[in-house]
């Protein structure tokens, strides 16, 4: 039985946002209910850049992911963050598939944004407000589309190239650069920002806004203004990790926020325990940090469709 | 720049034990002396098995390991231990090599049991002795063979056919056959069962011995009557790791052993910042749990071998 190996070109061609969603939403609802297993990331700080080892189990699957964020590598002509999964059967630990990841880091990330729009944005959020038009800006704006009847698409960034890179690859939508503010004024909005200091203004705020915070997934890093929190419905990816990286880690670590005051989890609000948006004014914030069992619901489905295919082979442990 | 990827086959014909230990040796120095990076492994335990993810860095080096450990797979054909190292570049992140880790985590504990004889075993050591003849009997004896020069290698095993077997695949050696009492009469001593009791008795120690407690790799797991422990020299591959799932976790875990007592690491003794064995009449034991920093310094001493060669390729992040 030999591994199963796959480029990154062959899990792109594989990944269809549609079905992403859908595993990543059953995904965390098996983890809330006791039907997943994950265990804390394993960080590695080195000169240049970190590593993640990010290891978990669902139903059928379970499978490491290895991913770096090394800044400097746009300069060397180099992604700055690349990926690998290792995809093993869990009855007997054979390594079933070695794939590309960096694809399915950035579909998942996209794909969990959305799942908690689903649930925690207004029933009738048409227009979606980008903060960051960098390569997390596609896959978000793929994945609210396939859940949301997108009619606007407001994106703001510093740098107004990426703004129009954004436009010109994505046709398909009626995307349009916006001020700060207008795109703050929207139904959605997702902040996918390296910010280290806070740039969203509670000023800004409108009733009824759901948020995606996504930039924000290491120690020191934070997108919104402390206030945005205080009177929010804070909803986490993992709290453990939302509080020692997500954006709610430097409130934490100034004494702004407590983690007492986050409502509850995305699983559990998939799972049915707790409910989503209740009140049509309320602001709403996902703070969205990256779980592995994410990777390991995409790694399944890529896998499940590829065993059966004509890919490259390996008789890698054999 | 494509990934090399490396099988088993491959990986084995790379393997020279001689490189292995000077590699592994290197290892612990360099992490005694805080030119390694190693964060704790990550535990996933499933129905059927269990799968530990082990980062680590060194210089010039960064690799992943994933390796499993099931029980009931000789049943099915299958290798109880398998395991897949995903090799990284640690100044850009790049996956440099996919390989088999199989015979590299046997060869890594091995090797390290011979370094850790090097400096704690009696000088004129020429007899071995190993309890449980499995798979990892075979690269102990090996390792021990490069650093000792060998008169006899006894070897007791409760399954007899293991024992002969042993000795069809090594007739190199003058292995032979013993009871208990004679494989622990011999002046070193390796561990290596799956034993969760006691089996080693303190009635059976000669003055002098130097053990490497091999087997204990996990909570609840124990080859040596803690007696044994007591009045020696315990020398641990990583005091948190050892304490938790090594040799020394029984005992400890019953109120028997403290972790003060242990003496020092082998990084500490390799680096020369303590003394090996120091009396001739002294019993040393070395608790070996495996650290992923073994994994990292033969991974690289393979990729660096195979680079310039023609091995098989693929375009996994590219």
Redesign the interface.
């Known amino acids: 039985m030999p591994t199963l190996?796959l480029?990154?070109?062959e899990v792109s061609a594989l990944l269809n946002m549609g079905a992403v969603i859908r595993a990543v939403e059953q995904a965390f609802g098996d983890w809330a209910e006791g039907r997943g297993?994950m265990?804390?990331?394993?960080?590695?700080?080195?000169?240049?850049?970190d590593?993640r080892?990010?290891?978990?189990?669902l139903p059928g699957a379970?499978a490491?992911k290895?991913v770096?964020?090394?800044p400097q590598?746009p300069s060397?002509g180099?992604?700055t963050?690349?990926?690998?999964i290792?995809y093993?059967d869990?009855?007997?630990?054979?390594?079933l598939a070695?794939m590309?990841a960096?694809e399915i880091t950035a579909f998942r990330t996209g794909a969990t944004a959305a799942i908690a729009a689903k649930y925690l944005a207004r029933r009738d959020a048409h227009v979606l407000g980008i903060f960051g038009a960098g390569r997390q800006a596609y896959t978000q704006i793929l994945a609210h589309a396939e859940l949301f009847d997108l009619r606007e698409v407001r994106v703001y960034d510093v740098r107004p190239e990426a703004v129009q890179r954004l436009i010109g690859l994505l046709p398909q939508f009626r995307l349009g650069a916006c001020s700060p503010e207008e795109t703050a004024a929207s139904d959605i909005v997702c902040t996918v920002t390296p910010a280290r200091a806070p740039f969203f203004k509670k000023a800004w705020l409108r009733p009824g806004t759901h948020i995606n915070a996504i930039g924000a997934d290491a120690e020191g890093k934070e997108e919104l203004e402390p206030d945005v929190l205080k009177g929010s419905v804070v909803v986490v990816d993992d709290l453990r990790q939302a509080s020692s990286g997500g954006e709610i880690n430097v409130p934490i670590a100034r004494g702004l926020y407590s983690p007492q005051e986050v409502y509850t989890s995305l699983g559990e609000i998939v799972a049915g325990q707790k409910p989503g948006r209740t009140d049509d004014r309320a602001i709403t914030i996902f703070d969205s940090t990256g779980v592995a069992i994410e990777d390991v619901a995409i790694s399944r489905l890529v896998y499940e469709q590829a065993k059966s295919g004509s890919y490259?082979t390996?008789?890698?442990?054999?």
Do not use: C, Q
């Open positions: 190996l480029s990154r070109k297993t265990p804390p990331k394993s960080y590695l700080s080195l000169e240049k850049g590593f080892a990010m290891p978990a189990a379970v490491v290895w770096n964020v090394h590598n060397r180099l992604a963050v690349m990926a690998v290792i093993s869990p009855d007997t630990g054979y390594p070695v590309d960096t490259r390996i008789d890698l442990v054999g």
